[in-house]
């Protein structure tokens, strides 16, 4: 049997009111941590999204710029002489490595970006004809493992050891 005093000072209202309230509190608080968490984890993509690009863009300008190296030096050291459109192709491959330095250019840190402008430097210089390719090779060997180093280095990718590039070293 349930005994109800009557005499009691606080009026009926009051203890479902308290209980209305703490729970429109507790799903306050349960909302606002939601929304810190979706917006750590909004930051975290959005830096792994960016992270995705400059590694894109980074590997991107270094394969073209070996491959416009390459070719250049393939065909300054053979005999024959160079054809126009032979010198087209390699403007070609110098534009599309210009073009992935340029993306970098707009996504990445300073120290990332100087990186990249000394591998697409090399390219330029042995385009325009003011660096031997087979010495913008070697400068761009060297500068792709700086690149590399200061890209690992930005979005926290390193080695117990430090990354030499081996492969890179030809």
Not at 110 to 133: F, Q, W
Request: aromatic share 4%.
């Amino acid at each position: 049997m349930i005994v109800l005093n009557s005499s009691s000072s606080t009026p009926a209202w009051v203890a479902p009111v308290l209980a209305g309230a703490f729970t429109l509190l507790g799903v306050l608080v349960a909302n606002l941590f939601n929304w810190l968490g979706d917006k750590r984890k909004t930051k975290r993509e959005d830096e792994q999204r960016w992270h995705d690009i400059m590694r894109e863009e980074a590997s991107q300008l270094i394969a073209v710029s070996e491959e416009a190296l390459e070719t250049m030096n393939s065909r300054r050291t053979s005999s024959a002489k160079e054809t126009p459109d032979q010198r087209r192709e390699m403007i070609s491959k110098a534009r599309t490595a210009n073009g992935h330095y340029l993306a970098l250019r707009a996504i990445a840190p300073e120290v990332v970006i100087n990186a990249g402008g000394a591998v697409y430097a090399n390219v330029l210089s042995a385009t325009m004809g003011k660096m031997r390719p087979y010495a913008a090779m070697s400068n761009h060997r060297k500068a792709a493992v700086n690149l590399i180093e200061a890209l690992r280095k930005e979005i926290g990718v390193m080695d117990e050891k430090p990354n030499k590039n081996k492969a890179l070293h030809k």
